[in-house]
């Protein structure tokens, strides 16, 4: 069995945004027990990750650790069309994920108890992200 | 076809572990010959590579690399309840991997003549850590 | 439904290699029309990326941004049998994918407007690369 949809994921600019409900909900909507939920992120300047999900300084950090080692408007980056956070955006996306697949079990994605799913919006500025999920099992 | 199950992995603190071999006999045991075999780790600060399996000073310079890049104790970090490994070890899972896909061909991981499937223990303590294996295909 | 095949990419040593066609046409081929497709590399040298596809400066600033963080020849590692690039190669491996899985709809890899996949070939002298396509779904 294969279920398909497209999350639309509103952000506010750069920072996390826990996702796990949304793709909790579809998990259930879906039918499916035993699987595996793809989760892909149709853009190449928010990513996804998997990551501790009761400390917020978690996130804080996550933030100083990629600003510190990927900063905005570094001179080393000629694709500044978008401006200074254009080619950071892109080089934070090849950091982490794209797609993520999580296993289904008991009609539930089977994270661990601290494992949040989230998207990371790295540009500054709001922007309006497509998730397509692909829930596949019996 | 879907078989899922969940390994143990005892470690004894920070470093990399073969589990290879393991995969390799789930994926036996599924009788699936032509399929992915889907390796999960239910945790944040331990996290899965596919890496050279030839030489130990792979590993060890992986550990200098990440030593070097992100280090414990570190004082942008204030994530540090549990240590001074503590973001470190989610910044080292963000950075490599929380799932990865192998194919299955011919009732087997069809890894190429290199490659070997690591989990990473990010921690300075030993811990146990729990992966869960889904292997879909005929 | 399951179809299997593998892709042989010749490169001229270091740099990124768009495989978004040979993928496309092989997704094509398939009969499938819903599903997912994993892009999966056999070496622990070289990568995948899905990164934007349009202005090539991207690339160049990927490759500023790795010469930078994971210099060849760096005196940390200790792993260089084949030379300065072998260790940093691994490096930059574990530091993306080995393996990528896009959505399959209406019978296409549903990228999004901007995104290309990509080998990245991070030694320097050129290589066969081997790459396992398993395509799945209905």
């Avoid at 509103?10 to 579809?26: C, E, H, L, M, P």
């Avoid at 999900?53 to 978690?58: G, K, L, M």
């Amino acid at each position: 069995m294969i279920r398909q949809e497209e999350l639309r994921i509103s952000t506010s600019g750069r920072g996390t945004y826990d996702i796990s409900n949304k793709v909790q909900q579809a998990v259930a909507s879906s039918g499916i027990v035993t699987g595996l939920c793809h989760i892909f992120i149709r853009h190449t300047s928010a990513s996804l990750i998997l990551c501790e999900n009761a400390d917020p300084a978690v996130m804080v950090d996550l933030e100083t650790f990629m600003q510190h080692h990927v900063p905005d408007g570094d001179p080393m980056f000629t694709h500044t069309a978008e401006g200074p956070d254009d080619m950071p955006a892109h080089v934070r996306s090849i950091l982490t994920q794209s797609d993520l697949n999580v296993p289904v079990t008991a009609g539930r994605c089977a994270l661990g108890t601290w494992q949040g799913i989230y998207l990371w919006e790295h540009r500054v500025a709001p922007h309006h992200r497509k998730v397509t999920l692909t829930i596949t099992g019996e």
